[in-house]
């Protein structure tokens, strides 16, 4: 369904592969806004420690596809 050119961008996309938690590269002396589809208990309890968990957005585009245009269309309420 998408053009060739776009197909050969895609393939260039790498994973991350996380060997620590992604809450170790957060500066918490910062505002922030985490998009992320999974929080682990121990990113949950950094966030909470640093009272950010508010700066975690949930993104689950299984459940809506649109939600990152939403989410870009409202901000930042």
Do not use: C, Y
Not at 20 to 27: F, H, N, Q, S, Y
Not at 48 to 54: C, E, G, K, Q, R
Not at 63 to 72: A, I, P, S, T, Y
């Amino acid at each position: 369904m998408l053009p060739p050119e776009t197909l050969k961008l895609l393939a260039a996309i790498k994973p991350t592969d996380w060997s620590i938690t992604k809450t170790e590269a957060i500066d918490f002396t910062k505002p922030f806004l985490w998009f992320d589809d999974d929080l682990f208990p121990e990113e949950r309890e950094a966030l909470l420690a640093h009272n950010a968990l508010d700066s975690w957005i949930e993104v689950d585009l299984a459940k809506n596809e649109n939600q990152l245009k939403g989410l870009v269309e409202n901000f930042p309420s």
